[in-house]
Structures are given as structure tokens and as C-alpha cells.
């Protein structure tokens, strides 16, 4: 069994920044790919970014620059460090874990930025 956990969602002014967690537990392999999607309120959701355990990242093109998606596999936990935050950043940030043909995701972590 897999969970896998988000931390760090809050609320911030346009233009500054928070650093979400998510730590994963229970049968984790060492190969794997951890990530970020979000869902904004009435919109699909969409993938943020990716990491792979050998550490390959992998961004959508319109957070390139602002957000940096890092990991500690000792933890089996990634981050995702947002800067210069924007209104149309508000979402729900959830986190995966993808191993063995399968996806777990976390539950989300709600992320507000106020302008």
C-alpha cells in the first residue's frame, strides 16, 4: 500500500512564494516518477511537473521559470518551490507517485493567491 501525503498549500500575495511537500510512504520503489498536477476551480486538472528517482524533470511550459520541482529519495518526498505567484495560480495542488504501472495520488493541498 501506497499514500501519499501534500503539505504547504496555503494562502500568498500575488508575486510571492510558497514551497509545497509531499511525502510518500509504504512500498515505494526505487524507480519512480513523483509529480505535481493542480486543479483550479471549474477547469480540468493539469500537470505541473515531474521528476523522475534519477532526478529528470520534466515542466509544462507556462510554469518553466517560476516553479522548481526537486525531490529527496532518501524521503521519498518532492517539493515544489513556486515563485512570483499569480491569481490564476490558485488551485488545488496534488501530488503523484507513478511505479509499476501504477499512479497514486494524494488527496491535494489548497493553494490561494490573492491579488
Known amino acids: 500500500q501506497v499514500q501519499v501525503v501534500e503539505s504547504g498549500g496555503g494562502l500568498v500575495q500575488a508575486g510571492g512564494s510558497l514551497r509545497l511537500s509531499c511525502a510518500a510512504s509504504g512500498s515505494i520503489f526505487s524507480v519512480n516518477v513523483m509529480g505535481w498536477y493542480r486543479q483550479a476551480p471549474g477547469k480540468q486538472r493539469e500537470l505541473v511537473a515531474t521528476?523522475?528517482?534519477?532526478?529528470?524533470?520534466n515542466y509544462v511550459d507556462s510554469m518553466k521559470g517560476r516553479f522548481t520541482i526537486s525531490r529527496d529519495n532518501a524521503k521519498n518526498t518532492v517539493y515544489l518551490q513556486m515563485n512570483n505567484l499569480k491569481p490564476e495560480d490558485t488551485a488545488v495542488y496534488y501530488c503523484?507517485?507513478?511505479?509499476?504501472?501504477?499512479?497514486?495520488w494524494g488527496r491535494g493541498t489548497q493553494v490561494t493567491v490573492s491579488s
Open positions: 503523484t507517485l507513478r511505479q509499476s504501472m501504477h499512479t497514486y
Open positions: 521528476i523522475t528517482s534519477g532526478g529528470s524533470t
